[in-house]
Every structure is written in structure tokens, then in C-alpha cells.
């Protein structure tokens, strides 16, 4: 299992990638890229107006009460339904770039990227063996930029981690350098920086890290775990526990997390417990709401 501080340099990357910094700043960052079939994107690890993550993060911002929330409320509706004409809406722009700086935001941020992108990253790299730091940001790259799945498939996975993960990048260079969208084949860069830090036997990611002519330390990174809310930037506990109804803690926000629900405060309720009991039911495990060493290995959060 990953440290908080590995976590937050695999995803520090990405940011990298997609705003060209890190830190508070990044949570604001709007971007609009011509021919980028993406449309207006927005934040850390750019939620995407045609997408429907700008619609769904916005909304989750409002629904927290954020500084920014009743003058992204209008909106909110255009969002949802993907509407083009928001691509070039400069008052839009400038209310997410100032919510950007709310520490709400920054909270919505960490929580919404890893429920839409972190988490099925994760258990997606323990599907192919991959436990490194690097082998999470690569995966993790993919989810957010697209096609890891397409990718991914072709790769023999027998063939040890480090192996997999720089055959896996040299296939998604190609694949981005070749694509039919010319906006993709600038974007090489990444699997360049990866391979790079491949080549630097940076597996564990221990900060400081340079990629794209950024430095990643842990002066950044501790900023952006006090900016998201953290609790700890030590090494996460081993999720060892049996989690059952009454229970509370960071793996039950753990658990809450990986089954995909909206509200992972970390107490398990009634929810948690039905929401565990129909997964139990869907992977043909026992079904008895407790989440034992063989359903956390299932949703990907065994240590």
C-alpha cells in the first residue's frame, strides 16, 4: 500500500501533465484546448465540460456549500447538459478559477478525482501485479487520460511489473503519437516523463522528483495534503480490520470509497452496510455485510 506522500507524488505527476504546476494553485486551472474533443476543463486533473465530470464536480462544489456555489448554481444546468456554448463563457471561467481557491473546492477536488479515477486505478494495478509508486501514476495517467483499458489489454502481464508498466508505456506512446486526433499526439510528453523516471529507478517516487521541469517535494506535497484535508501523511495502516456496521475510521472511508458511494464520512451505517451486502451478492461472496480480508481484497483495498 502506498504512503500518503507516494500517493499524493503519483498524482502531483498528472497535475503536472494537465496544468503544468502543482500545488493550491491547480485547483483552479481552467483550460480550453482547440480541437480537444474534451471542451472546457477544469481543476487539478482537468474534470471535462463533454465529459460530464465538470457537471457532476461543480455540483458536488454546491452541494458543500462552497464560497463559489450560488454563482456556479446558474450554471449548473448548461453543464449538465454539455452545453458548447459554456465552452467560451468567460463568466464561467472566472467562477471556477475563483473557486479554485476555496479550500472547499480543494476538499471536493481530492475526494471527487479519487472517486471517479484514483480508486479504479488502484484496482486496476492490483489486477496486473502492480504495487510501485510509478506503476500507480502510470495507470493512473491512463484513467485520467483516457484508453487505459484499450491499452492496457494488449500488454502480457506475466511478465513481471517493471517489465509491464515500461512495455505498457512505450505501447501508449505509440498509440498517442499515432492517434487519429492530432491534439494527442502532443501529448507524447507523458509517456516521455514516465519513461524518464523509469530509467532514474524512481519506482518508490520519493520526493524531491523533477518532471516537465517542475520540482515535486515534499514542501509541495505537504501543502497539498494540508489543502485537501488529510489526516496523515504517514504510511496508511494496513487495512486489516473486519469492518462491519457501527464501525468508523479511515478504512471505512476506505471501503465507502471503493464501493462508490457518494458520502464516504467514514461511519459505517446502514448504507455502507446494504451498499457491501449487494456487492457481496454481485461477486458471489458471502453476503453478510462485513467486510472481511476476502471482500476488501475483492474491491481492491487489501493491504
Not at 228 to 237: D, L
Request: charged fraction near 25%; proline fraction near 3%; glycine fraction near 10%.
Amino acid at each position: 500500500m502506498l504512503t500518503e506522500f507516494q500517493k499524493q507524488a503519483a498524482q502531483a505527476i498528472i497535475e503536472v501533465f494537465e496544468t503544468g504546476r502543482i500545488g493550491k494553485g491547480g485547483y483552479g486551472t481552467v483550460t480550453l484546448i482547440k480541437g480537444d474533443t474534451g471542451g472546457l476543463s477544469y481543476g487539478k486533473h482537468q474534470a471535462s465540460l463533454n465529459s460530464g465530470n465538470l457537471a457532476l464536480l461543480v455540483a458536488r462544489y454546491i452541494k458543500s456549500n462552497g464560497a463559489e456555489a450560488d454563482n456556479l448554481r446558474p450554471f449548473l444546468k448548461g453543464l449538465e447538459a454539455r452545453d458548447g456554448r459554456l465552452n467560451d463563457k468567460k463568466a464561467l471561467h472566472a467562477t471556477l478559477a475563483a473557486a479554485g481557491a476555496d479550500p472547499v473546492m480543494a476538499k471536493c477536488q481530492a475526494q471527487f478525482f479519487d472517486d471517479l479515477f484514483w480508486l479504479p486505478s488502484c484496482r486496476a494495478a492490483a489486477a496486473r501485479g502492480v504495487s510501485s509508486a510509478l506503476g500507480h501514476a502510470v495507470i493512473f495517467d491512463g484513467h485520467i487520460h483516457g484508453a487505459f483499458a484499450r491499452i492496457a489489454k494488449s500488454i502480457d502481464a506475466s511478465s513481471g511489473e517493471h517489465e509491464w508498466v515500461k512495455r505498457y508505456i512505450v505501447t501508449r506512446r505509440t498509440w498517442l503519437a499515432n492517434h487519429e486526433n492530432p491534439v494527442l499526439h502532443k501529448t507524447v510528453y507523458r509517456m516521455d516523463a514516465f519513461l524518464g523516471l523509469v530509467d532514474a529507478g524512481q519506482w518508490d517516487l520519493d520526493p524531491p522528483i523533477k518532471v516537465r521541469g517542475v520540482a515535486i517535494t515534499p514542501e509541495l506535497l505537504g501543502s497539498r495534503l494540508d489543502a485537501e484535508g488529510e489526516e496523515s501523511t504517514t504510511v496508511k495502516a494496513s487495512i486489516d480490520r473486519v469492518l462491519r456496521q457501527g464501525m468508523e475510521g479511515d478504512d471505512v472511508r476506505a471501503l465507502q470509497r471503493a464501493l462508490g458511494l457518494a458520502n464516504s464520512d467514514g461511519k459505517f451505517g446502514p448504507k455502507t452496510h446494504e451498499a457491501l451486502i449487494q456487492f457481496q451478492k454481485k461477486s458471489k461472496l458471502t453476503a453478510d455485510g462485513v467486510a472481511g480480508p476476502a471482500t476488501k481484497a475483492a474491491l481492491g483495498i487489501e493491504d
